[in-house]
């Protein structure tokens, strides 16, 4: 068997029998542009949910974006450079965001939390880090964090 060629097959009797076969590669790179747009696509979903007062909502959209980017952390090996700064610079947006519809739900330790995932990717975020300093401040004057 190839290894740049899928092998999808279904068990039978303890063997395999081979179904269909696809290149590999071409089917993991839609895969990983699909999650990439969703990513994208959740991104400005939370930015119209933040836009219209819902933080909780924004939230829960910020985080389904980072969901649809976890494919390409099992991925990274196989990844250009050019697309790894993509989806990095996607993901410190996602966690930046989040953390700003956090902090305005009152979350302030899921604030916290984001903010530094953004500023693992990204550690020259200035909102990241404005947004981590706020976190920190309000949620220990109230003994949260």
């Given amino acids: 068997m190839s290894a740049d060629v899928l092998w999808v097959g279904v068990p039978c009797g ?3 029998i081979i179904v269909s076969q696809t290149p590999r590669t071409p089917l993991l790179q839609a895969s990983l542009m699909e999650r990439f747009a969703d990513a994208s696509r959740c991104k400005e979903l939370g930015n119209e949910r933040i836009r219209a007062g819902q ?3 924004a939230l829960s959209c910020y985080l389904d974006g980072v969901g649809s980017l976890s494919l390409f952390e099992t991925s990274a ?4 450079a050019n697309l790894r700064s993509k989806v990095d610079s ?3 947006l996602l ?3 989040a953390a700003q519809a956090a902090l305005s739900a009152g979350e302030w330790e899921a604030a916290v939390a984001h903010a530094r995932a953004a500023l693992a990717k990204d550690p020259g975020n200035k909102k990241a880090r404005w947004r981590l300093e706020r976190a920190q401040e309000v949620g220990e004057g109230r003994g949260l964090v």
């Fill in 14 to 16: 303890g063997k395999h």
């Fill in 55 to 57: 933080p909780a909502e």
């Fill in 77 to 80: 090996p196989i990844l250009s």
């Fill in 90 to 92: 996607l993901g410190a």
């Fill in 95 to 97: 966690h930046s965001n």
